[in-house]
């Protein structure tokens, strides 16, 4: 990707980022909630899609990579909602002078 700055025009997706809080339930077991803590527009850099056996028939690995403007916000604990899919984290990585910030998610499932 190129180090010029992100344009607007080219930020067609719009993800929201979720932030995971542990709770105790009713019976004492612990519970994760993921809450949507803001959302933002970006660039679809990569789409693949992946599909494998699996003992329950077979399993898609999908990943996707994204261009959105740099924030320090963004964690590798924190998950991305695209498409309403929940993705994982798998990578971020800033691109020129903290103009931009480069997003890996992937999401495996059924």
Do not use: C, Y
């Not at 930020?11 to 995971?20: F, G, I, M, P």
């Not at 803590?37 to 990579?65: C, K, M, N, Y």
Request: proline share 4%; glycine share 8%.
């Amino acid at each position: 990707m190129k180090n010029a700055p992100v344009r607007a025009g080219s930020l067609l997706e719009k993800l929201t980022v979720e932030r995971a809080a542990t709770a105790v339930g009713d019976f004492g077991n612990t519970v994760t909630l993921w809450t949507p803590i803001f959302d933002v527009r970006a660039e679809l850099i990569e789409h693949t899609q992946e599909e494998e056996p699996a003992d329950t028939g077979s399993r898609i690995t999908i990943r996707a990579s994204f261009s959105i403007r740099h924030t320090s916000a963004l964690t590798m604990t924190d998950r991305v909602i695209w498409g309403g899919e929940a993705f994982d984290i798998v990578g971020l990585k800033a691109l020129g002078r903290k103009q931009a910030l480069q997003v890996d998610v992937r999401r495996v499932g059924p």
